[in-house]
């Protein structure tokens, strides 16, 4: 149980057009996903909240208008990154709370994205 | 100080050897704690939770934390080669509040 799935696994895209990654629960209804990013050789970095039927919670440094987060069901979040630039090339990665008392969290696979 | 620490290692251990990972977190308030295994390349995989003093068990894995000292290990009995990845810690306050922090990861290397 508590599978979460990513698509796509990779993707290469060119400078300044948008890339959609969806993120979803398998198994489980998750209201709660989070969205990371991980640079080479570095720790994961928060990105977002995101709770099913409200507005994702950004952390500090991170830009909504450019990182677009929708959770529009309990089973499906969706990232997408508008007007990428080469420095946004990074490992994303979701991960979905399982929900009542339960704090842990599983991850998806993630997405390798490239902007060339 | 950061949130959550970790020795980033390497830790190398030979084969069969027990491998000790140690974690200590800032906010005594933290609730939840929880070990990933991430190899590289690949996403964080969830080991073990745990949430009370002392120890917990899951077949060749211990974690163990003690809230007043604001530390948590993970023991890994009998290591072998394909337990080389990244361990992260991660600690979350709790009590509604979900952001988990992650700590920056041992890597461990089990030489066979």
């Known amino acids: 149980g508590a599978v979460v799935s990513q698509h796509p696994s990779r993707v290469i895209c060119k400078s300044g057009t948008s890339v959609k990654i969806e993120c979803r629960s398998l198994d489980f209804q998750a209201t709660t996903m989070f969205w990371y990013r991980q640079f080479p050789k570095q720790s994961l970095m928060l990105m977002a909240t995101?709770?099913?039927?409200?507005?994702?919670?950004?952390e500090q440094g991170v830009e909504k208008d450019k990182f677009l987060i929708n959770h529009a069901s309990l089973t499906l979040s969706t990232l997408t990154v508008t007007s990428a630039h080469p420095e946004d090339s990074s490992f994303y990665i979701c991960?979905?709370?399982?929900?009542?008392?339960?704090?842990?969290?599983?991850f998806g696979p993630g997405t390798r994205l490239t902007v060339t | 100080q950061k949130e959550v620490e970790q020795n980033s290692g390497p830790l190398s251990v030979p084969e069969g050897a027990i491998a000790s990972l140690n974690c200590t977190y800032s906010d005594r308030v933290s609730q939840s704690f929880f070990w990933y295994r991430q190899y590289s390349g690949k996403s964080p995989e969830l080991i073990m939770s745990?949430?009370?003093?002392g120890d917990k068990e899951d077949g060749r894995f211990t974690a163990q934390l003690n809230k007043a000292s604001q530390y948590v290990s993970l023991l890994i009995r009998d290591s072998q080669p394909s337990d080389s990845a990244t361990y992260l810690c991660?600690?979350?306050?709790?009590?509604?509040?979900?952001?988990?922090?992650f700590g920056t990861g041992t890597k461990l290397q089990v030489i066979p």
């Open positions: 745990i949430y009370s003093n």
């Open positions: 991960s979905a709370r399982l929900g009542g008392y339960s704090y842990e969290q599983y």
């Open positions: 995101s709770n099913e039927g409200s507005k994702a919670t950004y």
């Open positions: 991660a600690v979350i306050r709790g009590g509604g509040y979900q952001k988990v922090t």
